[in-house]
């Protein structure tokens, strides 16, 4: 592989533009032509797209372009039979275009035959032949720079597809979802090759994502009773309904709730588009589903959740505003606790927001709250994570952040023998002491006993999850009783934990109890 840094673009005169590259050997009408289904394939219009592009095909059938689309608009609709016959197509007749290697390439990589994949791309380098006019456009240097760094991965040259993976990162961000992809296979392989998942046995690979059909139309239900969550705010669900609903039979309606899941991002922009036309109720059934799954308690359910919450920050932002931490951490305590390996490889994951793996880390931390004897299984996924983080030579990995965020709850569960790990970051100068305070004060915090009892984080019955109880720091009428029975150190510490609550529900847990 050739060195990924700027002595590389500059040696091959690397120029990559986000403009149209017109290419002067197509008529006007079909450069435009294509440029609008490129448009409509990226917002997900597919009405009457796949007769669209065949009319065009019909009119120019030489143009290898419309092929591409032709396969992208397949594939978008999931159908990948007749996407990889169209790519077999464009092979067969257009073997020199760019995107008949790549597409290849894809093929190969779903047939576990990364080695051919490999053949065909090779390096950087071989796509600097279909520059046009000196330059690649950015859609042909992504795909091909993702298309090899799987490859890479698949085949278990981690460094190589490393490589891929920080010569993108020069052209843009960990948003763009070809990035974030490569990111995450090759954080699935590393694992599955075995470093980094050695403390625990038979450690799952990371989740995939759901293929998801755009679409406005509702999913078909196993039970009627199912529609209740398209009806009811999550704020004002009747006790009644949630008793039928409880009452259903488990397997059958986790997958309706499954279903509905899928359904906040199926529909996701056709409710966008349409937001002033429905009242909140019509729109609160994805926190109406989270609930009721985190009580059916099938650890299977996880992954679909994660799909959910590893979207963009719009999409979160769109169905739950700011209220992630109280879905989301509770459900990742009750669907994962029993299977708290699942949870610390999800924080692994390089490409999902900080905020979200935090999430994920407050409640491994819960676990604690609510089974105290389970105290040295966290504290071991804490070192993990810190002995992860801190050996990650990656900086676009590395997360100093989150490593901070854990860090804090360390401290908030007077975790002692992972101070040698907060020692650590402050040394390599990634320590914040605006998450927690200065070391010497983090040193004798952690040394103190921790309070009497534990505030709970979580809701421990389906009711409380829909009526917000277990948000109740302290009742109205304790603060002052709670004060007058503390010394003055521990009423530091109570407004401290009250203090940085406020400002952040993630980062602590604790509180005295009457």
């Not at 109280?326 to 029993?338: A, R, S, V």
């Not at 860090?407 to 101070?419: G, N, Q, W």
Request: some cysteine.
């Amino acid at each position: 592989m050739l060195p990924f840094n700027q002595s590389f673009y500059d040696k091959y005169q690397i120029k990559i533009t986000e403009d149209a590259i017109e290419n002067n050997e197509y008529p006007l009408e079909l450069q435009r032509a294509m440029e609008n289904i490129k448009y409509a394939l990226d917002d997900r219009d597919m009405e009457g797209m796949v007769s669209i592009i065949k009319s065009w095909i019909k009119g120019y059938p030489k143009t290898p372009e419309l092929y591409n689309l032709l396969s992208n608009a397949y594939s978008i609709e999931g159908n990948y039979k007749k996407s990889d016959k169209v790519i077999r197509e464009m092979v067969r007749k257009f073997p020199d275009y760019m995107f008949s290697k790549i597409q290849m390439a894809h093929i190969h990589i779903r047939n576990d035959e990364s080695e051919k994949a490999l053949a065909i791309l090779k390096s950087p380098k071989r796509m600097l032949r279909y520059r046009i006019r000196g330059y690649l456009h950015i859609s042909q240097f992504l795909a091909w720079m993702v298309t090899l760094g799987i490859a890479h991965s698949d085949y278990g040259n981690e460094e190589e597809a490393r490589d891929c993976l920080r010569m993108l990162l020069d052209y843009g961000d960990w948003d763009l979802p070809q990035i974030k992809y490569l990111g995450n296979k090759i954080n699935r392989n590393k694992f599955k090759l075995g470093k980094g998942a050695d403390f625990y046995d038979n450690t799952p690979p990371v989740i995939p994502h759901f293929k998801i059909t755009p679409t406005d139309e509702k999913p078909v239900f196993h039970h009627p009773e199912t529609e209740w969550l398209y009806q009811f705010s999550n704020e004002g669900f009747p006790v009644e309904k949630i008793d039928a609903l409880m009452a259903l039979p488990p397997e059958s309606f986790k997958e309706d709730l499954e279903k509905v899941v899928l359904d906040s991002l199926a529909r996701y922009a056709w409710y966008y588009d349409n937001y002033d036309a429905f009242v909140e109720e019509e729109q609160s059934f994805l926190p109406n589903a989270l609930n009721f799954l985190m009580f059916l308690g099938d650890e299977k359910s996880m992954e679909i959740v994660w799909d959910v919450i590893a979207r963009d920050d719009d999409f979160i932002e769109y169905w739950l505003a700011d209220q992630g931490p109280e879905y989301f951490t509770p459900l990742f305590y009750h669907l994962g606790n029993k299977r708290i390996d699942r949870l610390v490889e999800l924080i692994k994951q390089p490409n999902v927001d900080t905020w979200v793996k935090a999430y994920v880390s407050n409640a491994i931390g819960n676990i604690i709250v609510y089974q105290p004897e389970r105290n040295k299984e966290v504290e071991g996924c804490f070192s993990q994570l810190f002995n992860f983080f801190l050996d990650e030579e990656d900086e676009n990995i590395f997360d100093t952040t989150l490593m901070n965020l854990i860090m804090s709850e360390a401290v908030s569960l007077r975790m002692k023998t992972l101070l040698p790990f907060i020692e650590e970051m402050e040394e390599m100068k990634v320590f914040d002491p605006m998450i927690r305070g200065t070391l010497e004060e983090i040193k004798n915090e952690i040394d103190k006993p921790p309070f009497k009892s534990i505030d709970r984080c979580v809701p421990l019955d389906i009711y409380q999850a829909f009526d917000g109880s277990y948000l109740e720091i302290v009742d109205k009428a304790e603060p002052k009783k709670l004060l007058e029975k503390l010394d003055e150190e521990e009423k530091d510490d109570v407004d401290k934990y009250l203090s940085e609550l406020f400002i952040d529900s993630i980062r602590n847990y604790f509180s005295e109890e009457i």
